[in-house]
């Protein structure tokens, strides 16, 4: 893969790619919200106040490879994961798309999010941010190589747990 070929993109293709990611993720279909990653993929969610930061070397609220990434879908797959049986309902709302940059055969994106979170026996929470993605063409298809969820909240305590993916 070439810079050329990285930067045919648009953002159009850009939106399909995450509008149809954030359907798989609202109907719980983890398994085929894995084929949308890159096999080296990454997914991180930083901590607020430092949202640039290496998760080698910081304390991250999630940080997963690809294989970490796969046993989490294993886990709230299962129905004694009890952190999220039965399932959270969630909604994801993402707007404001755009290319932020193409670095070799890497193609940088962003987008702000609204995650709406319902849960049994739970008040309703909602989770607000902004996604940087990393993302290469693999197969002719857009893929993610890596997914960071940076939420705008001064303080996630009162969110609750993200056991779902964000």
Known sequence: ????????VSRAEIEDLLYHEADLLDSWRLDEW???????AAYYVP??????????????TIADDMVRLRERVIRLKDP????????????????NVRITGIDGDV???AANFIVHRYRINDLPRVFVGHYRYKLRRQGGRLKIAERRA???????GLLGSVSFIL
């Open 34 to 40: 894995l084929t949308l990653l890159t096999d080296d």
């Open 47 to 60: 901590p607020n106040d430092k949202p640039d930061a290496d998760a080698r070397f910081t304390l991250f």
């Open 80 to 95: 004694n994961c009890h952190a999220e049986y039965p399932p959270s309902r969630t909604r994801r709302l993402i707007g």
């Open 1 to 8: 893969m070439n810079e050329v070929l990285a930067a045919t």
């Open 107 to 109: 193609i940088c994106a």
């Open 150 to 156: 940076i939420l705008d909240a001064e303080e996630l």
